[in-house]
């Protein structure tokens, strides 16, 4: 009885010694578009266009969705939003944030930035907080552009859940669906 009790205890210390182990910061290059990235040194234009350009399709992917541009705007302010390639089930317009920005990681943590496969990810900035760049998981990065540690879970793509949000009617207060999304302020 003693002997399983203490086999527990220690099977649950090395899971969590192994959730923290793979929670280390890594390495990412935050850009506002494809000439910031090239001046930065380690970064050539054709890497820099190619991650821009992956971030581009993700964007359609993971970005927040919205029934209509006022619902959007109130999240990521007047006129940063976009209309999205989507359709609601109804056939009605879907609306998304631009993308004010992309983040680049390595996809092998500790390779080398000139000839490791990167990927990349849209990068938005909220009407609550105009100055520093969230993730489509609504993950916070600073607005400070260039390259710099973040935790793992920000470094990931973002989820491949998507719901569009609704709001409003009758004074409703809004409602999400099964995404991973946190306000951005409404």
């Known amino acids: 009885m003693k002997r399983s009790k203490s086999l527990k205890l220690f099977l649950m210390g090395a899971t969590a010694l192994t959730l923290v182990a793979c929670d280390e910061p890594q390495d990412v290059a935050v850009f506002e578009n494809t000439e910031q990235c090239a001046r930065q040194d380690g970064f050539d234009q054709n890497a820099c266009e190619t991650s821009f350009k992956a971030a581009q399709a993700e ?100 989820s491949t859940k998507t719901s569009t949000i609704r709001r409003g009617g009758f004074g409703a207060t809004a409602t999400r669906t099964t995404r991973r999304f946190r306000s951005y302020g409404g």
Not at 71 to 84: I, N, S
Not at 110 to 124: E, I, V
């Open 59 to 158: 964007h359609i992917r993971v970005a927040p969705k919205y029934t209509s541009t006022a619902d959007c705007e109130v999240d990521f302010g007047a006129k940063q939003c976009e209309v999205a390639p989507q359709r609601t089930s109804s056939g009605g317009g879907v609306f998304m944030p631009m993308m004010m920005g992309y983040m680049m990681g390595s996809v092998l943590s500790g390779g080398s930035r000139g000839g490791a496969r990167m990927t990349s990810q849209p990068l938005y900035r909220s009407a609550d907080d105009p100055k520093s760049f969230r993730t489509g998981d609504n993950q916070k990065i600073s607005g400070k552009t260039g390259i710099r540690k973040v935790a793992s879970n920000v470094a990931r793509a973002p």
